[in-house]
């Protein structure tokens, strides 16, 4: 079968460091063209913005959305109406409503949309889910702590309306927590701490409940840790303790190792990707971005110190 070609728009820091050596390494693609206001790939060809790239690549399969939450419902409209499948990294979008749009214009144009977790895709997860489904669970207690300046360094739009702060990265724990609990939760209380001079919080901490009303699960997103980084996720049941850490790369079941692989989170993105356009269909899972939603609705405001990149 022909590879299907795929365009990336946002060529930031996610595009370069993995939807580009990813789509290379999956014969199931060819990376046909960019659209970016200044990013660009060797070699590929590049339009300023989405509207010239739909226009001026002939053939043209799918799109993956790589630029910040906010302009891309804007881009995905386009992009489905023009009969692609689209791609959207995470978040999936600035609000829950925006992505209902997509959902139903994906479903008229009778083109896959893909809505990507990629922590979801770490090697440790599905076997937690797996181990997990037959198990009761007492509690889960998420640690997402690490350091601003590493890893969004003069990333100004993360820190404006829309650009989630520390939520971008904790949104990745949610993806995780939602994908191997065998039940639902939904937040009872929670504290987001904003800089004075920022409009998007540094950290947070967070408390579920399971439909029991027992709060089951909490969690502390964090900033600014300098040092160790810490992506953990300690899962306490009535057969022992699971640990995932790493962002889900390492499993440890009743304290023995038993997943440790590298980095393996977009192949298998893209792995996905070519599965759900070969059957015309979607996957488009909102509860993570509905539980940062519910944060920002039933969180207290606290504030703290301004920050400086
Ligand atoms: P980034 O380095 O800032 O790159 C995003 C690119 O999108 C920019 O370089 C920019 O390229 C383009 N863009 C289009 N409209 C924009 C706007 N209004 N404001 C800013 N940039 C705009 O960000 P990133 O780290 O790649 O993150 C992009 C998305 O990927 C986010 O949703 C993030 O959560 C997700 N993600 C990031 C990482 C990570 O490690 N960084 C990991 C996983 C997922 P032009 O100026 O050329 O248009």
Known sequence: MAPIRIAIVGVGKIARDQHVPSIRG?????????ASRHGSVD????????????GGVKDLDA?????????RHAAAVKALAAGKHVLLEKPPGATVSE??????SAKAEKVSLFATWHSRHAAGVA???AWLASRTVRSLRVDWKEDVRKWHPGQAWIWEPGGFGVFDPGINALSIVTEILPMPIFLTSATLLFPKNRAQPIAADLVFADSAGADRVSATFDWRQTGPQTWDIRVVTD???LLLQSGGAKLF??????????????ADIYRRFAELIAKRESDVDLRPLRHVADAFMVGRHDFTDPFED
């Not at 799109?63 to 302009?71: D, N, Q, S, T």
């Not at 079941?253 to 977009?266: A, K, T």
């Open 63 to 71: 799109v993956a959305l790589c630029m910040p939450p906010g302009p």
């Open 99 to 104: 992505l209902d749009d997509l959902i139903a």
């Open 253 to 266: 079941i009743r304290g023995e190792l038993v997943v440790d692989e590298g980095d393996v989170e977009y």
């Open 127 to 129: 076997k937690a889910k």
């Open 43 to 54: 070699g590929i060809p590049s339009f300023p913005d989405i509207e010239s790239l739909l």
């Open 26 to 34: 999956n014969r199931d693609f060819e990376l046909v063209a960019t």
């Open 239 to 241: 057969e022992g303790e």
